[in-house]
Structure formats: structure tokens, C-alpha cells
């Protein structure tokens, strides 16, 4: 036994590679001084369903991830993921529909306004780039809301204008499912792009300098969006169609368009958004549950609920998903960088609103270091690296403050 502790001991301390020391090296002197900017973030959710809307209860200054209702966010991860910003989402249910959608969205705001106040030493709000800069000075996280889905304004532009009064910088148009003046990608298409309302969230967006946001939209959404707007846009969770075909995803021909728009689109690393294998493996996991439950030849049609849930764990267990790794979210990057340009690429994890778990590695809001790490060893210059990691994000949104400016 005491053999054994002291190899295992030899073991442990053994030096890194020459050549991980150098990227680790690297990255820690990267993570220093390029801030990392996140498009992308569900903690507002979770807190609400988990910690009964209290962000003091979350006690996100100490370690989420080993809390009994985990999340994938907490305060120590940020710093160690060399954050400068977070754009908070400021999601609901696409089943809270009118009065009561505006209602939940103010509840929502207002738990990310406690979140930032119960952690003044550590969190800023921010509405425009020059506080996103203002708060990495002094060492805090800047805080920004986007809301997800276009449902959210109930049909009236008030709304909008209000939210954005609130601190609310990007609208998501779509969620899953289609709303009256635009298509989800996720959805049967309706309108085949927009309606005339439609273009008019979009002027008054661009008017009062908030960032119109295409994650979820279809395709035809995507181009008309892009087509209307005079500011650029964001995708602040997405990933390239031509990598893995999901619908989430963002076909060619939009990321090409996205030069002359200056939009960006920012990664998400959810593992079947990533991954073409992962992709096959959901389908192939809700085609069995189906089977289970409800299909006409189901093996446990009418099953109690826990029963179906033994027999699907079972399945799971012995059909794995296939491994998503850093090497398959660098392989997004790449597409994109490649076919949209470098200026043109972002990150926005889609933490804490991920289903399951992140690529290998990447659990929580700290993961971004392994792409990091993935991309110096692929060449990528600190440059570039620097304009994924926030410089891009920041540039789009001084485009969408000049545009509100009239410059």
C-alpha cells in the first residue's frame, strides 16, 4: 500500500508537458488581460426554479456546482473563466403568453437586478460597451439582460421600450416555437421571414439601440432580419449548420452575410447543437422514449411514468452518448471564422439552460479556457483569440450605439 501511495504521489507531482505547460502558461496570461464576454446565460431561470427566486440563496460566491440544486454558474468560476461581462437571459415559458408574459419577463429582470445588488464587490450592471470597460477596471463582472423571444412584448412596441428602459440590451425574436409576426426555426414556418410588424420591432430596436438577437429564428427569419436592420446582429447561442445540421443552427449563406451586416455569431456548446453524433444520439433516445410511450406499437403504452423512466435509463446506459469535446466546439469556431470571418465569431455558452451537461470539460461557465486552449494549439494568435473571446461582442454593440446615435 505504501508503495503504491508514493507512486501515485511521484505521479500526481510529475511536471506538465513542455508543451501544456506553455499553453496553460499562455492562457492564464491571456484570461489576464482579454476579457471574456458571454452572450449567453439561463442562471436567471434557475435561480427562480431552484432557489425560489432568491439569488441570495444560491449563494452564488461559493461552489454551485457541488450545491444539492446545482447550476453551472457561480461567482469563483466567472473569475476563473476570466470573465468581463455575462448577458443574462431573461427567458420564460413560450406557454406564458400576453399580459402574463410581460409580467414574468419584469420578474425575471428583477432577479437579475437582486443578483447584481446581493454582490455589489463582484457584479456591475451594464447597458453599452464603454461599462462593460469601466467595470473590468475595477474588477467586476458587467451584467447584462437579454431577453428570449419576441413573445415577451406581448405585440406592443411599449413593451420593448420599457424593457429596454430596464436595462434590457437584446431581444431575442423567437424561441421554439413561432410567434405571430415571426418563425422559429424550430417550428412549421408561418410567415416565411416577417410580417410588417415584424420590420417595425425591428426600426425601433435599431432606434433605441437595442441588439436585435437571431438565435432560434429560421432561416428566412435570419435573412429578413438581417436584410431590415441597420445595426448589427447578433446569434448570442448558436452554433453552423453546415458543421451539424440542427435547426438551431445558422445556415452558410447567413454567416456569409453577417461581413457586410458586422454581426457576430456566438458558440454555444450545448452537445447536440455542437456535435452532428450527439445530434443522431438525441433523436435516436426520443425515438425509443416514444416507443415507450406513445406510439402505437410502445413496449410500455400506459406505463406508470417511473417505469418508463427504469426502462430509459437502462437504454441510456447502454447507448452512451458520444463524447463532445472541446476539439468539436473549435471545430464550430472554425467554420464560422471561415466562412464569416474572424470578426464575426463569439462565445455564448448557453450555461444553466444547457439540458444535461456541457462538452467534456466544459460543466460550467469556466470552460471557455479549454476551447482557448484547443485554439493556441490549432495557431490561432492571441489576437484573434481576443476578438472571440469579447472584442468582437464589443465592437457590435458600439455598431448598434452609433446606429441608435444617427452616426
Not at 477596471?137 to 451584467?143: C, F, H, I
Not at 410588417?196 to 438565435?215: C, H, K, T
Not at 436592420?229 to 448570442?236: E, N
Not at 473549435?330 to 462538452?359: C, F, K, M, N, T
Amino acid at each position: 500500500m505504501r508503495g503504491r501511495f508514493w507512486i501515485g504521489l511521484a505521479l500526481a507531482a510529475a511536471p506538465l508537458p513542455a508543451a501544456a505547460q506553455s499553453v496553460e502558461a499562455r492562457l492564464d496570461r491571456f484570461l489576464a488581460t482579454r476579457p471574456v464576454i458571454d452572450g449567453h446565460n439561463d442562471l436567471p431561470w434557475e435561480i427562480r426554479e431552484k432557489y425560489g427566486a432568491s439569488p441570495e440563496a444560491a449563494r452564488l460566491e461559493g461552489d454551485t456546482a457541488t450545491a444539492s440544486a446545482p447550476l453551472q454558474t457561480d461567482l469563483p468560476r466567472l473569475k476563473r473563466g476570466g470573465y468581463a461581462a455575462q448577458f443574462w437571459s431573461v427567458w420564460i415559458p413560450q406557454t406564458t403568453i400576453g399580459p402574463a408574459a410581460v409580467e414574468t419577463t419584469l420578474e425575471q429582470i428583477d432577479i437579475v437586478r437582486r443578483m447584481v445588488a446581493a454582490h455589489p464587490d463582484r457584479l456591475a450592471l451594464a447597458t453599452t460597451a464603454s461599462e462593460i470597460e469601466a467595470a473590468r477596471r475595477v474588477g467586476k463582472v458587467a451584467s447584462l439582460i437579454g431577453a428570449e423571444g419576441g413573445g415577451q412584448i406581448d405585440g406592443n412596441l411599449a413593451m420593448l421600450r420599457q424593457y429596454r428602459a430596464l436595462g434590457v440590451i437584446y431581444l431575442t425574436l423567437t424561441h421554439t416555437k413561432n410567434i405571430a409576426w415571426a418563425d422559429s426555426g424550430t417550428d412549421v414556418p408561418a410567415v416565411r421571414g416577417f410580417t410588417d410588424f415584424g420590420r417595425q420591432v425591428i426600426a425601433e430596436m435599431n432606434r433605441i439601440g437595442m441588439i436585435v438577437d437571431l438565435s432560434h429564428t429560421s432561416p428566412d427569419t435570419m435573412r429578413a432580419a438581417i436584410a431590415a436592420s441597420k445595426a448589427p446582429v447578433i446569434f448570442s447561442h448558436s452554433n453552423a449548420y453546415a458543421v451539424n445540421p440542427h435547426p438551431r443552427n445558422v445556415p452558410d449563406d447567413v454567416l456569409a452575410s453577417l461581413k457586410a451586416n458586422g454581426g457576430i455569431v456566438m458558440v454555444n456548446v450545448y452537445p447536440v447543437f455542437v456535435s452532428a453524433k450527439a445530434r443522431a444520439w438525441q433523436a435516436e433516445k426520443a425515438a425509443q422514449e416514444a416507443r415507450l410511450t406513445g406510439s402505437p406499437a410502445g413496449l410500455m403504452l400506459g406505463q406508470p411514468a417511473a417505469a418508463v423512466e427504469a426502462k430509459m435509463a437502462e437504454w441510456v446506459a447502454a447507448h452512451p452518448q458520444p463524447p463532445v469535446t472541446a476539439a468539436d466546439v473549435a471545430d464550430q469556431v472554425e467554420h464560422i471564422a471561415r466562412v464569416a470571418g474572424r470578426d464575426h465569431v463569439g462565445l455564448g455558452g448557453d450555461y444553466d439552460g444547457i439540458s444535461g451537461a456541457g462538452p467534456e470539460g466544459m460543466k460550467g461557465v469556466d470552460g471557455w479556457r479549454l476551447l482557448f486552449a484547443e485554439l493556441m494549439r490549432r495557431g490561432w494568435s492571441d489576437t484573434d483569440l481576443a476578438k472571440l473571446a469579447g472584442g468582437n461582442i464589443l465592437r457590435v454593440m458600439r455598431g448598434v450605439e452609433a446606429a441608435a446615435a444617427g452616426r
